[in-house]
Each structure stands twice: as C-alpha cells, then as structure tokens.
C-alpha cells in the first residue's frame, strides 16, 4: 500500500512477556519515528530513525523499551517484560527527510496488557 | 508538564457553522506548529501547518492562526461538515537540531451534527 502500514492491529498480552510490533514506512522515506499514545492523551514521542540508525532515543520510558530499523526501511519497537502500564496505541509515521516536512502516521497497534 | 495545551475536551457545532479549535503552548523555543486530525481506530492525518514567521495560514475550509505573543493558535473550520467530525490534534515543533520531535496537545474531539 501507499501508506504507513503497522501491525498487528491490535495485541493482547500477558503481563511480563516480550512483544514486537511492526511498522512499514511508506517507500523513500528516510525518516521514521515511533509515537505512543495513552489513553486520554496525546501521542508522546518515542525514538527516531534517520536511516538505519536511531537519531534520537529520547523518548524511550526505560530500558525494556528498544527498536531497530536495520535496513532503513522497515522498524519494530521491541517490549520486554510488559507491564500494565505499558498498555497504549504505538503509533509509527514517517517522512520524507525528518526536517519540516510532515510525518504521516500509520493507524496505529492498540497494545493491551492484562 | 505539557508543553501544548488543548483545553477543550470536546466541541460540539452545528454543520455549515464555524468550528475553532484552540491551542496554547508554553515553551517558546516552538516555531512550527501543526494540526492532525484522526478517526477512530486510524492514524492522525496532517491537516494544516504554520510557521512562527506568519500569522495565518489558509488551506480550503481551514484556516490556522498563529498569536505568538499569547504563544495561542486556533484552527478555524468554516463552513463545517459532518465529516470534519473527529479529534484534531495540536502540536509544535523546534527548528534545528530537533525539528523532527513533534509535542502534542491531548486533542479536542469535534463533533459537527447535521
């Protein structure tokens, strides 16, 4: 497709397993960034990728959270020991450059934690 | 602490009326700033921007207004339509090293009733 492409949809763990959740940035796009929502609230960045490497980390809430984009196209966000907390819709987007373009978003992965 | 604000929870018009969605902000490093919209169960799509060097900005039936001295945006939608009903996202940006990082507002759900 045209667009921003993450899956699964939806994910349903238990509390303490590992996760990896999918995103398919749109085709040329160098830039991609991961976003996590929680209910409520609005998306709160997470990392960025400029190419292969992460260009900014920042956003990530503590060391069980980790991504990799290893060939500049496809990233997953990897979770380990999930907690309830953790429960929120990831949001993945990216852009042409990661200048002042504008980012467009995948529909998101609801990830719940039970 | 949020660094972009959205006040209103929810706003409810009637269609063919104007919509304004307000913003406030508090960091005045923000130079660029965006409004997302998004339906249930899909990703924020980019609406309309404005960069801190102009006052208004003007795509269609939406209009955004910039008052950098109140650092306070709105987005205004005339005449608006029962699909404009969904929730609309604010948010900012800094030039420079981190021009990619996007802070959001928590969102104003609008709903237009025909």
């Known amino acids: 497709g045209a667009g921003v492409s993450q899956t699964p949809s939806n994910k349903v763990t238990e509390k303490g397993k590992y996760v990896e959740l999918r995103c398919d940035p749109i085709?040329?796009?160098?830039?991609l960034y991961w976003y996590r929502q929680s209910l409520g609230q609005g998306p709160e960045f997470l990392i960025y990728f400029q190419g292969t490497g992460a260009a900014d980390d920042s956003g990530l809430p503590n060391d069980r959270f980790f991504a990799v984009r290893p060939e500049g196209s496809v990233s997953t966000l990897k979770i380990q020991r999930t907690e309830r907390g953790d429960s929120a819709v990831y949001l993945c987007?990216?852009?042409?450059?990661?200048?002042?373009?504008?980012?467009?978003f995948g529909q998101g992965t609801r990830l719940t934690v039970v | 602490d949020q660094q972009v604000k959205q006040n209103s929870p929810s706003l409810s018009v009637q269609e063919g009326r104007i919509s304004i969605l307000n913003c406030d902000y508090t960091?005045?490093?923000?130079?660029?700033f965006l409004w997302y919209k998004k339906y249930p169960a899909e990703g924020p799509t980019f609406l309309i921007s404005?960069?801190?060097?102009?006052d208004k900005n003007e795509d269609g039936r939406f209009t955004v207004f910039l008052n950098k001295s109140a650092k306070h945006l709105s987005l205004h939608i005339v005449p608006s339509q029962p699909g404009d009903s969904a929730v609309y996202f604010c948010?900012?940006?800094?030039?420079?090293?981190?021009?990619?990082?996007?802070?959001f507002g928590k969102g104003t759900l609008l709903t237009v009733n025909p």
């Open positions: 960091n005045s490093m923000f130079d660029y």
């Open positions: 085709s040329g796009h160098t830039a």
């Open positions: 404005i960069s801190s060097i102009k």
């Open positions: 948010a900012a940006r800094i030039s420079g090293g981190s021009n990619y990082k996007l802070t």
């Open positions: 987007a990216s852009s042409l450059t990661g200048g002042p373009t504008e980012a467009f």
